[in-house]
């Protein structure tokens, strides 16, 4: 008897089975998601939140599959896209001060021919460098980067400062940091006097 019930599980089982795979078409590729999704370390976005034109503007930068789309409706074909220069300007504010300084931003002038072939430039800018260097990531398959050349330096990404040609993100951090210590003599001047 408990071998007669074992025997219909197992045939019942293999008819189930059976019916299952005969439902599936074994000719069609099957379709299976081999990534970690949002768990993936290089799952950069194709969509930003970016300003664009000044600091505040908001808007959001699409990646699509040919086109660049900005606030889901003007767009610039790749094709059209001529190159883009890359600027980081870093902080003037000093410790605890949130008004009247230049908060860190990352600017990205992308030059592209419009559609009457005349020649284009769209601001993009950033607050977070995450976003700015995951953005420069697309951006670089999509166009040329030039570098913004001080006249005064023989070598692109170099600029001038107190006489000397060196790294234009450390001369941007050299002159923050004048700026907060020129706050904070000014604030200490203003100490003395009371």
Same mark, same amino acid.
């Given at each position: ?8 599980f ?7 089975? $059976? ?18 999704g949002?768990? %993936? ?5 194709k969509?930003?939140?970016a300003w664009?034109?000044?600091?505040? %503007?908001?808007c ?14 003007n ?7 001529? *190159?883009?220069?890359?600027? +980081?300007?870093? *902080? ?5 001060q949130i ?9 990205? $002038?992308? *030059? ?7 020649k ?12 700015a ?6 951006? +670089?398959?999509?166009a ?6 001080d006249?005064?330096c ?12 060196? %790294? ?6 050299l ?11 000014f604030?200490?001047? $203003?100490?003395?006097?009371?």
């Amino acid at each position: 008897m408990k071998i007669l019930r074992q025997m219909r599980f197992f045939i019942f089982s293999f008819l189930a089975a $059976l019916a299952t795979v005969s439902s599936i078409d074994l000719t069609q590729p099957v379709k299976i998601k081999a990534d970690f999704g949002p768990a %993936d370390t290089n799952n950069n976005s194709k969509r930003f939140d970016a300003w664009c034109g000044e600091r505040g %503007d908001n808007c959001t930068v699409e990646f699509a599959a040919d086109r660049i789309i900005i606030n889901g409706t003007n767009s610039v074909k790749f094709n059209k896209i001529k *190159s883009f220069t890359y600027e +980081e300007i870093a *902080s003037t504010c000093s410790t605890g001060q949130i008004f009247f300084c230049q908060k860190n931003q990352y600017e990205f $002038l992308i *030059s592209y021919a419009r559609k009457d072939q005349s020649k284009g430039e769209g601001l993009i800018l950033f607050g977070k460098e995450k976003d700015a260097m995951n953005f420069m990531k697309i951006i +670089e398959n999509v166009a040329v980067r030039e570098y913004i050349v001080d006249p005064r330096c023989e070598i692109p990404g170099q600029a001038y400062y107190k006489g000397d040609c060196m %790294d234009k993100t450390h001369v941007n951090n050299l002159k923050a940091n004048d700026i907060k210590q020129s706050r904070q003599n000014f604030a200490d001047n $203003l100490m003395q006097f009371r």
